[in-house]
């Protein structure tokens, strides 16, 4: 039970964060649509996994790089923030193209 994987999406969540700021391509630039937009796939893709947890296609498994904690049967705490990190990284990806054009 490490803090490596959580500590490493936090790392990535602050230069997301960092990127944005600089940038201003989401919630340094128009907070509540950025909002918006980040939690719509969010909420479906916890919904995808607790689906697949419920179907027994998806499961935590054994790793010694995570801290254990769940926040429900088989989905564990960094499952939240990969999933935040990955909205995140999208949206980021997504506003910088459409600037450059």
């Known amino acids: 039970m490490t803090f490596a994987y959580l500590g490493a999406l936090l790392f990535s969540l602050v230069g997301l964060i960092l990127i944005d700021l600089k940038f201003k391509l989401a919630f340094f630039g128009k907070a509540k649509r950025s909002a ?59 506003a910088g193209l459409a600037r450059k054009k």
């Open 36 to 94: 918006i937009t980040l939690a719509i796939p969010y909420v479906l893709f916890v919904i995808w996994d607790l689906a697949g947890i419920a179907a027994g296609i998806f499961f935590r498994g054994a790793s010694t790089h995570t801290l254990g904690i769940m926040l429900f049967p088989e989905f564990p705490i960094e499952e939240a923030f990969f999933l935040g990190v990955l909205c995140y990284t999208a949206l980021i990806l997504t």
